[in-house]
């Protein structure tokens, strides 16, 4: 089954736009949350082809659109709301999957009879890895982490790095996306919220205080997150899986739009290796 577009509403604050996809059984399932990336949506490329391959895994697959991604309720796919996406930072993430978690374990979830409640996988990909992690590392529902193209650290990326003074100065700066040829914009409150909650965004000591399975999939050839980052988390984390792709790129061979009906060769080894995880 799957059910798109679901909208969990919350107080004050901006709405979360997300998918499940399940077998209907009435029985209880692990359930699995994936968190996109920077400049990603939850209707990017296959990523309903994989939520497709984990439900028939029998799995309870949830994604979702982070509340101030750039999409809005009509539009969820690419970045209508500019404006929303300026305003993103990393807390407002956490808070987001944060919510999606409580509201999926709660009586107001109508598929809660699906759902196992002692069993919830998170998966990150690209930036959503690291909010995965410290989410995992915060969050004692979560009994795995799975990790795809992680970053391994916040305060080294562009939208916490760079022109500082010109950025204060300005109070925004902008960031091309190549794909939508938009000019996506960055508020300087994303710095000051980084700085201001730095000790809970440093992803090294998250991963360090790790006490679940950790699965960290990244391509050796990644051009978006170099492969070392992947290394940098293994190595904090010892006691994890590093699984690295051959001859692939941040996206594991994947596209947006992705027309095809079957998903490209590095992408379903992701899978396997991840649900070959979960099931362990």
């Known amino acids: 089954m799957t059910q798109k577009n679901n909208i969990l509403k919350r107080p004050h604050k901006k709405p979360i736009l997300w998918d499940a996809f399940f077998n209907a059984t009435n029985t209880q399932k692990p359930l699995v949350i994936f ?103 915060e969050d004692q529902s979560i009994t795995q982490l799975i990790t795809w193209a992680s970053v391994s650290d916040f305060g080294r990326r562009t939208a916490t790095s760079g022109e500082l003074e010109q950025w204060k100065k300005d109070g925004v700066k902008y960031v091309l996306n190549g794909r939508t040829k938009q000019e996506m914009p960055h508020n300087y409150q994303f710095y000051e919220d980084f700085k201001a909650n730095e000790s809970r965004l440093n992803i090294e000591k998250a991963v360090k205080n790790l006490k679940i399975p950790h699965l960290i999939i990244h391509s050796r050839e990644d051009p978006s997150v170099a492969y070392n980052e992947a290394e940098e988390l293994h190595s904090w984390n010892p006691k994890s899986i590093l699984f690295p792709i051959e001859n692939s790129d941040h996206v594991f061979g994947a596209s947006h739009p992705w027309l095809k009906d079957d998903l490209p060769k590095p992408l379903k080894t992701v899978i396997q290796k991840s649900i070959a995880f979960i099931n362990t």
């Open 35 to 137: 968190c996109h990336g920077y400049k990603g949506f939850k209707d990017w490329g296959a990523w309903d082809l994989v939520a497709e391959a984990f439900s028939e895994a029998n799995l309870f697959f949830v994604k979702f659109n982070f509340s101030h991604n750039g999409g809005t309720m009509d539009q969820p796919i690419d970045f209508p709301d500019l404006e929303a996406f300026a305003d993103n930072n990393y807390s407002k993430e956490l808070e987001d999957l944060d919510a999606l978690i409580k509201f999926l374990h709660s009586t107001s979830n109508p598929f809660q009879a699906e759902i196992n409640p002692n069993k919830l996988i998170v998966i990150g990909h690209s930036r959503g890895g690291g909010i995965a992690t410290i989410k995992a590392s």
